[in-house]
T-cell receptor, first 110, second 115 residues
Framework: GQSLEQPSEVTAVEGAIVQINCTYQ??????LSWYQQHDGGAPTFLSY????GLEETGRFSSFLSRSDSYGYLLLQELQMKDSASYFC???????????FGPGTRLSVLP | EPEVTQTPSHQVTQMGQEVILRCVPI?????FYWYRQILGQKVEFLVS????????KSEIFDDQFSVERPDGSNFTLKIRSTKLEDSAMYFC?????????????FGPGTRLTVL
């Protein structure tokens, strides 16, 4: 089967750092992606890890441990516009569909 | 940045009616996908399409659903006889043969409401 777990909600204040965890159990694993989705919007790509370690893209970083079937998204210097839902998604091969996690709703408070 | 477009943005239909959702893909992207998202829930995979045929489909994608590229450009999802539980946001997405393998480009979605 395919299952991904994420916390349902996270709240933080502007300027803070927040970490959103994701654990997964899937048949086949190629890499772990992270997507952001604002209310009423489409998922937009943030970050991707195929190998263990940390990937940094501006204020966003993503980490993967394949042996632990675990990853996280780290958001630094939080801004109000970061309030959105964040989904981890497992890719099972190039061109294959993603299996999405349940999503974490991040609320950034002033 | 590449842009995927979908029409209509919102479709309201009566239960049992057929609907066709359309997606205009980005050129040079060869992998196409349809996902759906029931309000407040996760994004669920429906079907993937490559080289003008279905490459994979989920349990959700039953006989009521079909996909095609009728004119080699637009990519359509048809639901033959809609049910109340088909009410959801439907996203098309695509991926290329180069670039980041973890990235799919999503369209803005079509909100389907079945009454």
């Amino acid at each position: 089967g395919q299952s991904l777990e994420q916390p349902s909600e996270v709240t933080a204040v502007e300027g803070a750092i927040v970490q959103i965890n994701c654990t997964y159990q899937t048949s086949g694993f190629y890499g772990l992606s992270w997507y952001q989705q604002h209310d009423g919007g489409a998922p937009t790509f943030l970050s991707y890890n195929a190998l263990d370690g940390l990937e940094e893209t501006g204020r966003f970083s993503s980490f993967l441990s394949r042996s632990d079937s675990y990853g996280y998204l780290l958001l630094q210097e939080l801004q109000m516009k970061d309030s959105a839902s964040y989904f981890c998604a497992v890719g099972r091969g190039y061109g294959q569909n993603f299996v999405f996690g349940p999503g974490t709703r991040l609320s950034v408070l002033p | 940045e590449p842009e995927v477009t979908q029409t209509p943005s919102h479709q309201v239909t009566q239960m049992g009616q057929e609907v066709i959702l359309r997606c205009v893909p980005i050129s040079n992207h060869l992998y196409f996908y349809w996902y759906r998202q029931i309000l407040g829930q996760k994004v669920e995979f429906l079907v993937s399409f490559y080289n003008n045929e279905i490459s994979e489909k989920s349990e959700i994608f039953d006989d009521q659903f079909s996909v095609e590229r009728p004119d080699g450009s637009n990519f359509t999802l048809k639901i033959r006889s809609t049910k109340l539980e088909d009410s959801a946001m439907y996203f098309c997405a695509m991926a290329g043969t180069s670039g980041n393998p973890g990235e799919q480009f999503f369209g803005p979605g079509t909100r389907l409401t079945v009454l």
